[in-house]
Nanobody, 125 residues
Framework: QVQLVESGGGLVQAGGSLRLSCDAS????????RVWFRQAPGKEREFVAS????????YYADSTKGRFTISRDNAKDTVYLQMNSLKPEDTAVYYC??????????????????WGQGTQVTVSS
């Protein structure tokens, strides 16, 4: 009963770019706050970027600000993460999520109640 599906991960050299997508299925997430988290081996899940339901507000982790851009297309019910100037420390499994009770940007893991399976991003040096 998968409802959020990430895609676009892969292997890229440092300095390169990738665009992740998070597609919704079986229900609409167009009115929910959306987010990207990531988790590297042996580390806790880390906030990457969040976007409000309308797309008017975004918020980024300090480590991704200026390099990553989160956006959404509510007509397609899809959220994107454009990642530029990638670094080896960006290597992680990237997860998208949705918060059914909130519309604004949020960084806390606990408020997100729908999660995707994750997509691997590997940045080589």
């Amino acid at each position: 009963q998968v409802q959020l599906v990430e895609s676009g991960g892969g292997l890229v050299q440092a300095g390169g770019s990738l665009r992740l997508s998070c597609d919704a299925s079986r229900r609409s997430f167009s009115e929910y706050a959306r987010v990207w988290f990531r988790q590297a081996p042996g580390k806790e899940r880390e906030f990457v970027a969040s976007i409000s339901w309308s797309g008017a507000r975004t918020y980024y982790a300090d480590s991704t600000k200026g390099r990553f851009t989160i956006s959404r297309d509510n007509a397609k019910d899809t959220v994107y993460l454009q990642m530029n100037s990638l670094k080896p420390e960006d290597t992680a499994v990237y997860y998208c999520a949705a918060a059914s009770r909130f519309r604004d940007v949020l960084i806390q893991t606990a408020v997100y109640d729908y999660w995707g399976q994750g997509t691997q991003v590997t940045v080589s040096s």
